[in-house]
């Protein structure tokens, strides 16, 4: 998941937006799937 965390911290992933791939609630992270690890891919 080191991927995820680089590609958000460096602004390349979007969060909680409509059109985002990654959405936090309360502390936790939801990931559009299989969107997000297609763009992983």
């Known amino acids: 998941m080191t ?3 680089q590609g958000v911290a460096a602004r390349r992933l979007i969060i ?13 992270a939801y990931l559009v799937s299989p ?5 992983y891919a």
């Open 35 to 39: 969107s997000v690890f297609q763009r």
């Open 16 to 28: 909680n937006d409509a059109k985002a791939l990654v959405h936090t609630v309360s502390d936790t």
């Open 3 to 5: 991927w995820l965390q």
